[in-house]
């Protein structure tokens, strides 16, 4: 077995996609972050087979597979931005406002209190990436 760093080699590539339910309605929120990484274990200590040189978009959950044994965030910092998106059709203006203001107020715990549930995270690396060995000190 053996744990290993990924990230981004570029500012500005790591994007997370937060999805929120409620009376069968979803919304998320996009948050762009400058940089961040995630910690990747496999099965030997041969490394995770993934294309370091480009990617268009890469799910880091859709990293898991047989040699794959598990994908945890490491840590991501400096949000550079961040919006909501939703179907407009599915909320009036005045509910759009209210989820940003509560978002802006108190973040989660601001939406949580209007009744949304967070139903899923998805995070996305962009462009080059880095991959290296993390070595126990």
């Given at each position: 077995m053996a744990v290993w760093t990924l990230m981004p080699a570029n500012k500005k590539s790591i994007e997370e996609v937060v999805y929120w339910e409620k009376d069968g309605k979803t919304i998320f929120f996009r948050q762009g972050w400058r940089s961040g990484s995630v910690t990747i274990t496999t099965a030997d200590d041969s490394p995770p087979n993934i294309d370091l040189d480009g990617n268009e978009e890469l799910s880091v959950f859709d990293l898991y597979d047989d040699h794959v044994l598990d994908v945890e965030l490491d840590s991501f910092w400096d949000g550079v931005w961040g919006?909501?998106?939703?179907?407009?059709?599915?909320?009036?203006?005045?509910?759009?406002?209210e989820i940003e203001d509560a978002w802006n107020e108190n973040s989660y715990e601001g939406v949580e209190d209007l009744g949304w549930?967070?139903?899923?995270?998805?995070?996305?690396?962009?462009?080059?990436?880095?991959?290296?060995?993390?070595?126990?000190?």
């Open positions: 919006e909501w998106d939703w179907n407009d059709e599915d909320l009036s203006d005045d509910e759009k406002e549930i967070q139903s899923e995270t998805d995070t996305f690396f962009y462009g080059e990436l880095t991959l290296e060995p993390v070595t126990e000190q």
